[in-house]
């Protein structure tokens, strides 16, 4: 991707005003925590769940907990 695609993108993330729910593990050193931070705070709905012990591939390191995630903010819109 290039860089000036993915800077352009970024200036309409306020403008998505859907639910955004990150997973991301604290222990990344290349994408440490506080860029999914900054992230979530990107989207006027975004939030973030971190996830202990995990890196970047949070999904293969953390199945079930990315999965509980997943669920939980399923049945929350489904609810809502």
């Known amino acids: 991707m290039s860089p000036k695609d993915l ?3 970024s ?3 306020s403008a998505f005003t859907k ?3 990150l997973v991301w593990g604290d222990a990344d050193i290349f ?3 506080s860029f ?3 992230l979530a705070a990107a989207f ?3 939030s973030l769940t971190a ?4 890196c970047t591939f949070i999904s293969m390191e953390f199945p079930d907990q990315v999965a509980a995630v997943i669920s939980t903010a ?3 819109q489904r609810a809502s």
């Open 7 to 9: 800077l352009d993108v």
């Open 11 to 13: 200036t309409r993330f």
């Open 19 to 21: 639910p955004v729910h």
């Open 31 to 33: 994408f440490p925590l």
């Open 36 to 38: 999914g931070q900054k």
């Open 44 to 46: 006027p709905n975004g």
């Open 51 to 54: 996830v202990p012990g995990g």
């Open 74 to 76: 399923y049945e929350e």
